[in-house]
């Protein structure tokens, strides 16, 4: 399953917590957009925010070229947009690394990134957001699935791994500061990350959204299954990872 988010009724997750609290760190989920034009195309997938201060990985269809945008808001706003676009009604994969105060990725199915440079501090982030950077704008019209974050900059290569369905968890777990597949069963959502990385759970309080068909994603590695529920498609599909170059 995972979360589909109406926009009209301002629907969001939440937290009053944050999984990190300096650089270098790493957001990245699936996503399932309905619109990719007019404002409110641009959507918010995952945020660490306070009302004036934030870093988020979203989307931003309301900008030439529909980019993914990786940002942050601290006194100044500096943003790093792919440079490829994504289309609606279809799974894709969203990812965001920031890598210090002057390096912050922005990718599209591991493609098509951009590294923006500006000097950025950390900030006086507290809240975690799921489809909303705060509580008064940009809110997802879609789904999002299989949300995490880590306490490091992953690299290219791992990137290239979720992008292919590879599970979050097989993805530096030593790292993951905090993991919600979004399955749409409980409320409030739970956050999954490994017990002997994260001291801290961060379960995200519901505030409308329900379940939907989830995410193209790795359900066992070690027998080389990658399971597929499109949202067109009544029953899976089942592939071999070897077949998408990842091992």
Not at 82 to 104: I, L, P
């Given at each position: 399953?995972?979360?589909?988010?109406?926009?009209?009724?301002?629907?969001?997750?939440?937290?009053?917590?944050?999984?990190?609290?300096?650089?270098?760190?790493?957001?990245?989920?699936?996503?399932?957009?309905?619109i990719n034009?007019?404002?409110?195309?641009?959507?918010?997938?995952?945020?660490?925010?306070?009302?004036?201060?934030?870093?988020?990985?979203?989307?931003?269809?309301?900008?030439?070229?529909?980019?993914?945008?990786?940002?942050?808001?601290?006194?100044?706003?500096?943003?790093?947009?792919?440079?490829?676009?994504?289309?609606?009604?279809?799974?894709?994969?969203?990812?965001?690394?920031?890598?210090?105060?002057?390096?912050?990725?922005?990718?599209?199915?591991?493609?098509?990134?951009?590294?923006?440079?500006?000097?950025?501090?950390?900030?006086?982030?507290?809240?975690?957001?799921?489809?909303?950077?705060?509580?008064?704008?940009?809110?997802?019209?879609?789904?999002?699935?299989?949300?995490?974050?880590?306490?490091?900059?992953?690299?290219?290569?791992?990137?290239?791994?979720?992008?292919?369905?590879?599970?979050?968890l097989t993805?530096?777990?030593?790292?993951?500061?905090?993991?919600?597949?979004?399955?749409?069963?409980?409320?409030?959502?739970p956050d999954?990350?490994?017990?002997?990385?994260?001291?801290?759970?961060?379960?995200?309080?519901?505030?409308?959204?329900?379940?939907?068909?989830?995410?193209?994603?790795?359900?066992?590695?070690?027998?080389?299954?990658?399971?597929?529920?499109?949202?067109?498609?009544?029953?899976?599909?089942?592939?071999?990872?070897?077949?998408?170059?990842?091992?």
């Amino acid at each position: 399953m995972a979360r589909l988010f109406d926009d009209a009724s301002k629907e969001y997750l939440v937290y009053a917590g944050i999984p990190v609290t300096a650089y270098p760190f790493t957001m990245a989920c699936w996503f399932m957009s309905d619109i990719n034009a007019g404002a409110a195309s641009n959507q918010t997938l995952i945020a660490l925010s306070n009302t004036a201060v934030w870093h988020r990985l979203a989307i931003f269809g309301n900008v030439a070229g529909d980019p993914v945008r990786v940002q942050t808001n601290t006194s100044t706003t500096g943003n790093a947009d792919t440079s490829t676009g994504y289309s609606t009604n279809v799974w894709q994969h969203a990812a965001g690394v920031w890598a210090s105060t002057t390096s912050r990725t922005a990718y599209l199915n591991a493609g098509g990134a951009v590294t923006d440079t500006s000097s950025q501090i950390f900030g006086a982030v507290s809240d975690t957001y799921i489809s909303a950077v705060d509580l008064s704008v940009q809110w997802m019209s879609g789904r999002i699935a299989e949300a995490a974050i880590w306490n490091v900059a992953l690299n290219a290569t791992e990137i290239l791994a979720l992008s292919k369905g590879v599970h979050p968890l097989t993805v530096r777990p030593d790292a993951i500061a905090a993991y919600w597949p979004l399955f749409g069963l409980d409320s409030p959502e739970p956050d999954l990350s490994p017990a002997t990385v994260a001291a801290t759970r961060y379960p995200l309080t519901l505030h409308g959204s329900v379940y939907a068909n989830h995410a193209p994603v790795v359900f066992n590695r070690t027998r080389g299954i990658y399971l597929i529920e499109p949202s067109a498609v009544a029953a899976p599909t089942v592939r071999n990872l070897a077949a998408l170059g990842v091992g």
